[in-house]
C-alpha cells in the first residue's frame, strides 16, 4: 500500500483492518474491528485488535502494516472481538504504548499501560473520550473543521459519544460499530458515516444518508481531506 499520507488536502487516513466483511479480496472477514488511524506528523494508532490474532495479523500484512510501526494501542472496552488479537499483537511488539479502559484485566506483555478513566489526551489533537457509562472509550482525531469519532461497538450509544466528542468540536465524521443504535437524526449534519462491524442498522443508515454512508470492510481505506 502506498503512503499517500502527504498527498495534496489528506491529513489523515483510517484503515479498516478488522471487520465483518471484506472489502478487500485479501483480506480474511471476521466478526469483531481494528482500525490503523495515521496522519502526517501524528503517532500511528491501532484501535483494538479484533477478534483473532492471526487474521489480524495476515490483514495487517496484506495491508503493508509493519505492527512494530504501530506507537500507540487503544483498547475500546473488554469485548472478545475487539480484544481477541491483543496478545498477538504484544508479541510483535512490546515497546507500544497500550490504553485499556480502568477496569481492563492485566496485560502481562505489556510494558507501557494506561488506564483511562476520563476523558484523555494521547496525543496533539488525539483524545480518548474516557470510558463512558463505565464501558467504552472512543477516539477523537481534530483535523480542521472534520473532527472525526471512531468507536468500537457504541455501547454507551452513538448521541452519547457524540455529544461528549463535541467537547473538542463538531464531530464531522463517524467510524465504526454502532450495534443497535436507530437515533439516526442524531447523525444528520456528518459529513461522513462508516458504520461497520456490529451496526444492526447499515442498510437503513445507508438508505438515509446515501451521500455521506459509506460502506466499511478490511482493507478499507478512509481519507480525511484538510479543511
Not at 483494538?48 to 506507537?71: C, E, F, H, R
Not at 478513566?117 to 463512558?132: C, F, K, W
Amino acid at each position: 500500500m502506498k503512503d499517500n499520507l502527504t498527498a495534496k488536502g489528506i491529513t489523515m487516513r483510517i484503515t479498516l483492518v478488522y471487520d465483518n466483511s471484506a472489502y478487500l479480496s485479501d483480506c480474511i472477514a471476521d466478526w469483531g474491528f481494528a482500525c490503523l488511524i495515521e496522519g502526517s506528523g501524528m503517532p500511528k494508532i491501532l484501535f483494538d485488535t479484533g477478534a483473532n490474532g492471526k487474521i489480524l495479523l495476515s490483514n495487517m500484512q496484506v495491508l503493508g502494516i509493519d505492527p512494530n510501526s504501530i506507537d500507540i494501542l487503544v483498547i475500546s472496552h473488554d469485548h472478545w472481538d475487539h480484544t481477541g488479537g491483543l496478545s498477538d499483537m504484544l508479541h510483535e511488539n512490546n515497546t507500544l504504548t497500550l490504553y485499556v479502559p480502568e477496569h481492563f484485566p492485566d496485560v502481562p506483555l505489556a510494558d507501557n499501560i494506561v488506564r483511562v478513566s476520563g476523558a484523555y489526551a494521547l496525543a496533539d489533537g488525539i483524545y480518548t473520550t474516557g470510558v463512558l457509562d463505565g464501558i467504552e472509550q472512543s477516539i477523537v482525531v481534530t483535523t480542521g473543521k472534520t473532527n472525526v469519532v471512531i468507536v468500537g461497538c457504541s455501547h454507551p450509544g452513538a448521541d452519547k459519544i457524540l455529544q461528549v466528542s463535541s467537547q473538542w468540536g463538531k464531530p464531522g465524521a463517524l467510524i465504526g460499530g454502532l450495534h443497535g443504535f436507530s437515533r439516526f437524526e442524531v447523525l444528520d449534519g456528518l459529513s461522513l458515516i462508516c458504520a461497520c462491524h456490529c451496526t444492526q442498522h447499515q442498510s437503513q443508515i445507508q438508505q438515509r444518508f446515501p451521500k455521506t454512508a459509506i460502506p466499511g470492510g478490511a482493507g478499507r481505506i478512509i481519507t480525511i481531506q484538510s479543511d
